[in-house]
């Protein structure tokens, strides 16, 4: 019996391939690993939306697919771009924390790179020194990070003359607003009293500058004021 297995076992190494081997092979054939992204797109606070791409690796799948994509920390996605010629339906997630593509068809081919739009999140306080920040981008299971750089920033200010309110506690008084700064075109105006930003109370000085330290130049926040005895709400773009 031994004898013949392994006479056996010599006719298939001399002469052809054995199952295991055959399956092992077609196993290898089938793997595929999911090609990193090509670029790494710097982001600006605020900018524009920014393009990452992946490269195609050229495969054939016998299956219908799903792309998920997870934004990384502090951005947002607003498009995902699979260039199908059938169809092939995207979402993406209110919050643009998440994304999905589908492809409807049971044989297909990973011919065209696929491009992910990201843009930094208006409502994230972003690290003034900026940064790598990663998500994912995933085919089938086989995943990818998608990464982007953040470009440092600027130290933001109200460019207004700011006081407390006598007594202090009231809020911050403006004095006077810088002519033409950003305080200026978001509609500060001398005499209004700061009483929040973004939800955050301020009473004294203090508590807007804590608020501001860390802060870029350049971000928008909701800011309620009292204005002749009218409570007001601006959107207040930060100086620099």
């Known amino acids: 019996m031994c004898i013949l297995l392994a006479v056996g076992a010599a006719l298939l190494t001399a002469g052809g391939v054995s199952a295991a081997e055959s399956s ?20 600006d606070v605020p900018g524009p939306p920014q393009t990452v791409t992946y490269p195609p690796d050229g495969k054939r ?15 947002r996605i607003t498009a995902l771009n699979l260039r199908c010629s059938w ?7 209110p919050d643009g924390k998440s994304a999905t593509g589908t492809f409807n068809v049971n044989t297909w081919d990973f011919l065209y790179p ?24 995933t085919l089938d299971g086989d995943t990818q990070p998608l990464t982007v750089n953040f470009k440092p920033g600027v130290q933001a200010v109200v460019a207004a003359n700011l006081r407390n309110t006598s007594p202090p506690g009231g809020g911050v008084r403006v004095i006077s607003v810088d002519p033409g700064s950003k305080a200026d075109v978001s509609g500060l105006q001398p005499g209004d009293v ?19 330290d860390q802060k870029r130049a350049g971000t928008t926040y909701p800011v309620t004021v009292q204005r002749g005895g009218t409570t007001v709400t601006l959107q207040l773009t930060l100086d620099s």
């Open 114 to 137: 696929y491009d992910v739009e990201v843009v930094a999140d208006a409502n994230a306080n972003v690290p003034l020194a900026g940064g790598q920040f990663s998500g994912t981008f």
């Open 61 to 75: 799948r016998y299956h219908q697919s799903t792309v998920t994509v997870q934004a990384p920390p502090y951005t």
């Open 87 to 93: 169809a092939c339906p995207v979402t993406i997630a």
């Open 24 to 43: 092992a092979t077609l196993i290898a054939q089938q793997a595929r690993s999911l090609p990193p992204q090509q670029n790494v797109p710097d982001l």
């Open 194 to 212: 700061i009483t929040g930003i973004a939800g955050t109370p301020t009473p004294t000085v203090n508590d807007l500058d804590t608020f501001l």
